[in-house]
């Protein structure tokens, strides 16, 4: 079992619907968990940062995190073609020396205009 | 301003060479992070430093990495002896704040090498 999951995708959505992006983790006292958005050939780019449980909004992106369940979700409303991207979840786990993330293998998202 | 800084972007070598990736993380950024990434797959933690300190090299795969930060700022991996399993992109991410506090991770570009 991987210490983050999610599922590779494809994650087909039509332009302005909700995609829904799932990861869990297996350290139960991890402490911070972040999402990235990476495009083809290019670095991975950070969208939220979420430590607490609960709901964190910035735009159109939403985090959700649920510690209890060790479960942490991105919602992406009014899905663009331009949010066509593979989205990493990482996670700073509270076993791990200094910060060093763990990340999940990504789901790559397709916006169909 | 500035961000993340890698050199080289690409490099080529033939297998059994000796290669030297750079990082040049944001000024006044504490701690300095190597991640590898192959193909299709999420970053894989190498190395962390605090400062010129490597508090941290249990992802390094093998005694042929190598990793510095002498003066605190910028970062070098080498990698002697390449083999084909070394193809990958090599990123490097620095944070302003020390360990244990969480702090936001700031990637570089990467160094797509590729081992031939």
């Known amino acids: 079992q991987k210490e983050v999951e999610q599922n590779s995708g494809p994650l087909s959505v039509p332009e302005g619907a909700i995609a829904s992006l799932n990861c869990t983790y297996s350290d139960r006292g991890s402490q911070s968990f972040f999402w990235y958005r990476q495009y083809s050939g290019k670095s991975p780019e950070l969208i939220m940062s979420?430590?607490?449980?609960g709901d964190k909004e910035d735009g159109r992106f939403t985090a959700q995190l649920n510690k209890a369940s060790q479960y942490v979700s991105l919602l992406i409303r009014d899905s663009q073609p331009s949010d066509s991207a593979t989205y990493l979840c990482a996670v700073n786990m509270f076993r791990a020396a200094g910060n060093k993330l763990t990340f999940g293998g990504g789901t790559r998202v397709l916006v169909k205009p | 301003g500035a961000g993340v800084s890698q050199s080289p972007r690409y490099k080529v070598a033939k297998r059994g060479q000796d290669v030297a990736l750079r990082c040049d993380p944001i000024s006044g950024h504490v701690s300095l992070f190597w991640y590898q990434q192959a193909l299709g797959q999420g970053p894989e933690f190498l190395t962390y430093?605090?400062?010129?300190?490597?508090?941290?090299k249990s992802g390094l795969p093998s005694d042929r990495f190598f990793a510095e930060r002498p003066e605190g700022s910028v970062s070098t991996l080498k990698i002697q002896r390449t083999q084909q399993e070394d193809s990958a992109v090599y990123l490097c991410?620095?944070?302003?704040?020390?360990?244990?506090?969480?702090?936001?991770?700031?990637f570089g570009p990467g160094t797509r090498l590729l081992v031939l």
């Open positions: 430093f605090q400062n010129e300190a490597q508090l941290d």
């Open positions: 979420i430590y607490s449980n």
């Open positions: 991410a620095s944070s302003l704040e020390a360990s244990g506090s969480g702090g936001t991770q700031y």
